[in-house]
């Protein structure tokens, strides 16, 4: 094992030593023409680093439900972001452009990345990613000894550049910082050929390349932070204007060539930001003391919560800073199956190691959802939520689909209020610190929420809102999901039953619309639609004798429609049907189901029964707990009189 340990240690070292370089800007020159890719700017070895991974370019009507989540548009999904980021798709490719359009040297290279949201939407963890992505990148050439770690290409005097621009392949751009400046006049003779050349990685906590800048107290705001300072201990030595007097530590400085993050940068005063004015639009930043502009190349990111940006974009005198900003909303999730990935993936890299029993998640995730939608007078929220899902909704009584853009335009700040993942972590750990059994379900988790809402800082009307949530949709909606797990534990064969009732009905409903016979398969005699069996599915959904034929018309013509357009009719493709064949179901076995989980006392047939409906329910993920449980709760709760 020891050798597998020191085999590991070797070949670390060895990849780091492919990388290292000691040599002369000569031999540097030589390398840049054989590779001109190494001499990118910042914003454009960041979006080379990006895109290495792979980008997916989703076109949405070969995926129905993307389709109807996301209309038209063409989804792109950049690999190194999949995984690591849910339901905030239109915002990373909002940030890729931005990096696509700096690389390119657009107007957006001379910008600030903005990100801007509620808390706990994940605005920090795309600034670490981001910030990592440049840690995992290969070392870059630099200026040995140079505090700004800076392109070696700008040793070349500047009435040489066009030559060497077209020997090399590249565009030279940028200028020596003072230090450098001074060390080549006065160590190498002007020499340029001969300043020594090295290489660098890119490391947050070493400071090498990415700078971070936290909110500074407003009475004590130094912008040495920023640009460094003047080594007063060096004051006696040499003049005040002289280079070897600069100290240049600054956030700026580390960050040349690579990132500079000012974290919830709108708390600081504004003349604080200024040094953002210079180092976006002329690419330079003061130098300490008396010193001349330092140029400056790197990616400056910044993001806050909404009530600093609209604080801050209310004083007009903050127009110079406000132009110099590319403006990226990032939202709470609002898709259910997204929300879902969120937590399981924050679960996966924790020590959480409880048994979560089915649709503990996702009733947790549905409650975060509703608390971000805002309210809608054509649908109720829970209907949203299911649109938002991209799950296909069709208005009662029509074959009409509901219309997400129609939702959406109706709410244009969605998803920028609500509960944070933050609130549903904790809900799910302190569920767990409370439950005797190292298991949590839905039922102790909703009761949990319930706990921790109440407690929640915000208005009464919003607080009895999300209450309403928790003690009636959310427990409504768990209740008919229990009921279709329970009813499919004591049915083989679930969907095979529920496929065949469909089937059945359509084939009726269309002789009965179009006032034709059925053939039966096995006597080949011609039969009338059954209209009590039609009737027995119908009226599961409140569907009268006289709205029967309305009913029928239009789950035949919306069959039609997706048999016209290429797509799979399954008894879940019109949500109406759907719920009546599931409640017809439900109902088959409701008398066994409601007797077999109140009884205290079971016979040997009804054991039995009850034993195998626990089985098939722990192979569909319950554990002996929870399985106790959530049939506890059905007993009490479900098929009440």
Known sequence: MAYDFEKLIKQDRNEHKQYKFDGTLLNYLAIVKDNPGIAVLAHQRMQELLIKSGIEIIKTEENPRLKRVYGNDIIKRYSFFVNKFF??????????????????????????????????????????????????????????????????????????RPQFEELLGVTIEGDLCPICRYRLKHDFNGEFERFPVTTSEFSIRSRKGIGVVPPVDPNNQDTSVLSGSVDISKLDLYPEDDPRVLSLNGAFNVGNRGVVEFIE??????????????????????????????????????????????KFKSDHTNEAILDRIVKVEVPYCLELDEEVKIYRKVLKNSSFNAHIAPHTIEVASMFAILTRLTPSSKVDPFTKLKIYNGEEIVEKGSTKRMDIVELRDEAPREGMTGISTRFIMKVLDNTLSESEFNCINPIAVIETMVKATKELAIAEDEKKRYLGFLQDTIKKEYNKILEKEVTKAFIHGYREQAESLFNN??????????????????????????????????????????????????????????????????????????????????????????????????????????????????????????????????????WKD
């Open 87 to 160: 339901g905030i798709d239109k915002s990373i490719m909002k940030i890729m452009r931005y990096f696509h359009s700096a690389a390119m040297k657009g107007e957006e290279s001379r910008q600030v990345l903005y990100l801007v949201g509620p808390v706990g939407a994940g605005k920090s963890s795309i600034m670490e990613a981001l910030k990592q992505v440049l840690e995992m990148s290969p070392p870059i050439y630099m200026l040995k000894d140079c505090p700004m770690r800076e392109e070696p290409l700008h040793l070349i005097p500047k009435h040489l």
């Open 265 to 310: 940068v709108f708390k600081n005063d504004v003349e604080y930001l200024h040094t953002m004015i210079t180092a976006t639009q002329e690419k330079s930043i003061p130098s300490p003391g008396k010193g001349a502009m330092i140029y400056f190349d790197g990616i400056i990111l910044a993001h806050s919560n909404e009530a600093e940006w609209n």
């Open 505 to 638: 009905y359509l084939d009726h409903a269309e002789a009965y619309v179009n006032e034709t016979k059925l053939k039966d398969v096995n006597t080949g005699e011609e039969l009338e639609p059954d209209i009590k069996f039609m009737q027995s599915i119908e009226e599961q959904i409140g569907i009268t004798s006289t709205a029967a034929q309305g009913f029928r018309q239009d789950v035949t013509s919306y069959m039609f429609s997706i048999m016209r357009s290429g797509g799979k009719i399954e008894y879940k493709s019109y949500e109406p049907l759907k719920e009546a064949i599931e409640k017809k179901l439900t109902a088959s076995v409701k008398e066994l189901s409601r007797i077999i989980t109140q009884a205290r006392v079971r016979d040997k047939e009804q054991d039995t029964k009850y034993n195998t409906m626990v089985e098939a329910m722990k192979d569909n993920g319950y554990c002996q707990h929870c399985c106790n449980v959530v049939l506890k709760y059905a007993a009490n709760n479900l």
